[in-house]
């Protein structure tokens, strides 16, 4: 249905998904068009600078914690933003 919509060839979406292809960025924005998602959506799994990419590390960091570690955890991040951000502000003054 893809190959369609962006009128390529099923067997080049294929070599695309598989990674035996690149694609030129004039295709990728007509797969984002087709899909109706914006390009970010496609990249997020690549990009290393975003929230959502550091949500999911956050969250695949505690995965493996007792309900315990996360608390403490937890306890340590909220209390390394209050030093951040009273650290930043004295810097600012």
Do not use: W
């Not at 799994?45 to 570690?69: F, G, M, N, R, V």
């Amino acid at each position: 249905m893809l190959s369609e919509l962006i009128d390529k060839t099923p067997s080049y979406i294929s070599y695309i998904e598989n990674g035996f292809k690149s694609m030129s960025l004039e295709t990728f924005v007509l797969i984002a068009n087709a899909l109706r998602v914006s390009p970010t959506q496609l990249l997020i799994e690549q990009l290393t600078c975003t929230e959502i990419y550091a949500s999911k590390e956050i969250t695949l960091l505690l995965s493996d914690c007792s309900p315990y570690e996360t608390l403490v955890l937890l306890d340590v991040l909220q209390a390394l933003k209050v030093s951040l951000r009273e650290r930043h502000e004295q810097s600012d003054e």
